[in-house]
């Protein structure tokens, strides 16, 4: 079994680390810590928060998560998926309940590694993560409009349709230069990509847009002219100020908090593995990302997770360690600790354009289109967690996604769980059917596919009722039974029950291993006789002639 906690750390180095390897690690850790630097700034901003706090959750929890996580590659850092929460705690808490809501969430992110959850948390519907993540993306690009054409507004509000009234009514302070210094950062950030070069697009539009707005001195909001001179260096951490009084009020933004940065986490890990056709450690990775967001909570910075650009990026320039993940966050603290003085003159204007692009590339448009085409039941998923995402709340959105998702999933194992009366076996049956053809009198056959749960409580009722009254014994086939939970046991132990006043014995055909263990522990085995439990269909009709004498 796979252990609770094992960093990849651990092992990579005691599996021969080489010279070649630290070399591959050290390029692609420094190319990885100047493709963070822009995004690290635009994911704080767009937050709601200083820059400063994107550098320091990016310093700080891409260390922890390259250091103590489960994948050999993953680079963790502020992502897009956590602005539209981060916003909406901000609004509603404060800074200091943001903070505190981080570090609980990294708490019930290190219970669900100890837990062993990670396999459990992949298993999140698809249409529900392209339905939130769509919805993530449209208000991000809506609530860059704001910087991306220098916009005059009043503080803009987290609700999707109260944030558009503003917007629309100041689209008269439009400014010129602000609207074309974030088009020219959105051109250079989609055409440089196609020219396939290791410098990330996001900082050519970066590096050239301050300069535009420097050298011509054009009239746009930086950075320094909003938020001031950027902390040239870390500050030393302290335990969040716990407020027990409303704790309990944080528990539900902390557990969208640790629910999307698992799932976001993992599945960068999922695509990391393909890459690299490694195995990450899923309950190691989330225990890592549960300290880094811990401590990322300590040094005052946001929520941080897996993120699959970068890690993608660590890939392909070589990074193969750990180490790579760890040299990012070095080169990050770096840049912070020497350099930090200049992202001052970073127009707000090109982070904007930047983020829209990202958006763009978060919305997953072919996806969520592919699943409009599918079956309904994903398609009304997919809807419902996008229109409640943009309109009410993330936190609301993955709550009732999660909920309607799984009375979809049981309303279709219900519909596909069958139990039929079985008249006289033809000759085209499959050779396992191919049974004598004088059907036994008096001998109820049934036949019951699919997983005998709660959704099937009104089949069962059906069952008793079907039974006839001339019938001296009930064979009931169940070869196509998967499982029984503690409701199917139930009425199994009802349907029994009403056999034995009847004076009707019951002979069990083709049990599979996982139901027979079930019964057995029950006590039902013994108490219909494992005699009347039979491999196959033929030796059931047998037994069932027996017992009628």
Known sequence: ????????????????????????????????????????????????????????????????ISALGGSRVQIGGPTGA???????????????????????????????????????????PYPLTVGFTAGIALIIFVTQLKD?????????PSEFIPKMKILFMSAGTFKWQAALIGG????????????????????????????????????????GSRFGEIPSNMPWPSMPNFDFDNILSYVSP?????????????????????????????NTELIGQGIANMGSALFGGIPATGAIARTATNVRNGGRTPVAGIVHACTLLAIMLFLGNLAKLIPLSCLAGILVVIAYNMSEWRSFKAILKGPRY????????????????????IQIGMVMAAILFMKRMADISKIKTIGAVTAGDTPEDAVMQ?????????????????????????????????????????????????????????LLQGL?????????????????????????????????????????????KQLKG
């Open 1 to 64: 079994m796979e252990p609770i906690f094992l960093p990849k750390l651990i092992t990579t180095l005691k599996g021969g680390y080489t010279r070649s390897n630290f070399i591959n690690d050290i390029m692609a850790g420094l190319i990885v810590g100047v493709v963070a630097l822009p995004l690290a700034i635009a994911f704080a901003i767009a937050s709601g928060v200083s820059p400063d706090k994107g550098l320091i959750t990016a310093v700080v929890a891409g260390f922890i």
């Open 82 to 124: 956590f602005v539209v929460i981060v916003y909406a705690i901000l609004t509603k808490y404060g800074l200091e309940g943001l903070i505190m809501s981080t570090f609980l969430a990294g708490i019930i992110m290190v219970l669900f590694g100890v837990l062993r959850l990670g396999s459990v948390i992949r298993y999140i």
């Open 148 to 156: 991306l054409f220098g916009l005059t507004t009043a503080e803009l």
């Open 184 to 223: 020219v950062s959105i051109l250079i950030t989609i055409f440089w990509q196609k020219l396939k070069v290791k410098i990330p697009g996001s900082l050519i539009a970066l590096i050239v847009c301050t300069l535009l707005a420097y050298l011509f001195n054009m009239d746009v909001e930086t950075i």
């Open 254 to 282: 902390a557990f969208t908090i640790a629910i999307l940065g698992s799932i976001e986490s993992l599945l960068s890990a999922v695509v990391a593995d393909g890459m690299i056709s490694g195995r990450h450690r899923s």
């Open 378 to 397: 994903d398609v009304l998923v997919l809807l419902t967690t996008f229109f409640i995402t943009v309109i009410i709340d993330l936190t609301v959105a």
């Open 438 to 494: 004088e059907w036994p009198e008096e001998v109820d056959v049934f036949e019951i596919s699919g997983p005998l749960f709660f959704g099937m409580s009104n089949k069962f009722n059906d069952l008793q009722k079907s039974i006839s009254n001339h019938s001296k014994v009930v064979v009931l086939r169940m070869r196509n039974v998967p499982m029984i939970d503690a409701t199917g046991l139930y009425h199994f132990k009802t």
């Open 500 to 544: 034995e006043k009847g004076g009707k014995p019951i002979v069990l055909s083709g049990v599979s291993k996982e139901v027979f263990k079930v019964l057995e522990k029950e006590g039902i085995i013994k108490h219909i006789g494992s005699i009347n439990v039979c491999e196959n269909f033929d030796t059931a009709l047998d037994r069932a």
